[in-house]
């Protein structure tokens, strides 16, 4: 008697079989190898779609930073203003992450924390002053902090004083110094970095599908 015939089974339909390519890169290409242009733009903005860039700045949080609320609505005329000024750029959460990524590639992260920890310590309720202060100016201030910040001697001297009767402007002219470097030092090279001016390509790209 003939053995019936057994169909081979498709290697795409086998349950625990996995694939080096991504399942959603697959949609709408009939499992084909993505075309040399698609390989070359993702190599570019480092393999990852805007959401996943975004989400590779939540290291920062621990920091201070919080995750952007407004991210999954991110448009390219929002990261267009982020160049009108540094203070736009800072006024926007996902601006915070996305800049704090920058600083983190040139070894300046420290800056931004600072600045983002002050805001916060401006909102700190009047019985929790002397502790925040303590803690501020221990991991930036401090000549052995952690993070010290790049401030002038006198700064760091008037802020050492003020911390000891603490109010919520005591870490303003530190802050103020920090603001100026950032936005004459590190903003400008932020704007020609790849970091935003793929995100941007990436939005003004996806706008127009």
Known sequence: MRAAAVPTPRLDKMPGMFFSANPKDLKGTDHSLLDDKTQ???????GMDVKAYLRSMI?????????SKSKDILSADEVMQW???LEKLLANQTGQDVFGNFLK??????????????????KTESDLLHCKAEK?????????????INIDFRTRESTAKKIKAPTHTCFDEAQ?????????????????SNIYLNLLNDLQANSLK
């Open 40 to 46: 070359k733009r993702r190599a570019k903005t480092f």
């Open 59 to 67: 290291p920062h949080l621990e920091s201070g930073m919080k995750p």
């Open 83 to 85: 160049s009108q000024s």
């Open 105 to 122: 590639s040139e070894f300046s992260e420290e800056n931004i924390e600072f600045w983002l920890a002050c805001e916060d310590y401006k």
């Open 136 to 148: 501020i100016y221990k991991a930036f201030v401090h000549s052995d902090a952690a993070k010290q």
């Open 176 to 192: 103020k110094v920090i603001y100026t470097l950032m936005e004459r030092d590190s903003y400008p090279r932020f704007l020609k």
